[in-house]
């Protein structure tokens, strides 16, 4: 199956920058789309960005302008750069894929563990 990877969270002072990775890995043939979504202390997951395997962008309102999603087909990673950070990003940052393991599977989303976020102000 497939197993999603969260890397690069940490603490960092509010206007700093982060770079997350999520790396897939596992019995892949494809994956089409991946996605970012962040989870902050006593609320829901939000989604924050998607793309696609062509390279397709969406972002949620909250997130245009300070976030930048990108991919690597080749390592099957996907990217957050997050700039300007805000106390108010302080979030466990998840990923996921729709993605299959073989030829013959279908589709399903597949979700990483998480890697925090925390801002200091």
């Known amino acids: 199956q497939v197993q999603l990877v969260e890397s690069g969270g940490g603490l960092v002072q509010a206007g700093g920058s982060l770079r997350l990775s999520c790396a897939a890995s596992?019995?892949?043939?494809?994956?089409?789309?991946m996605g970012w979504y962040h989870q902050a202390p006593g609320k829901q997951r939000e989604w924050v960005a998607s793309?696609?395997?062509?390279?397709?962008?969406n972002y949620a309102d909250s997130a245009k302008g300070r976030f930048t999603i990108s991919r690597d087909n080749a390592k099957n990673t996907m990217y957050l750069q997050i700039d300007s950070l805000k106390p108010e990003d302080t979030a466990v940052y998840y990923c996921?894929?729709?993605?299959?393991?073989?030829?013959?599977?279908?589709?399903?989303?597949?979700w990483g563990q998480g890697t925090q976020v925390t801002v200091s102000s």
């Open positions: 596992g019995t892949i043939f494809s994956i089409y789309a």
């Open positions: 996921n894929a729709n993605a299959r393991p073989s030829a013959f599977s279908t589709y399903r989303t597949y």
């Open positions: 793309i696609t395997s062509d390279g397709s962008t």
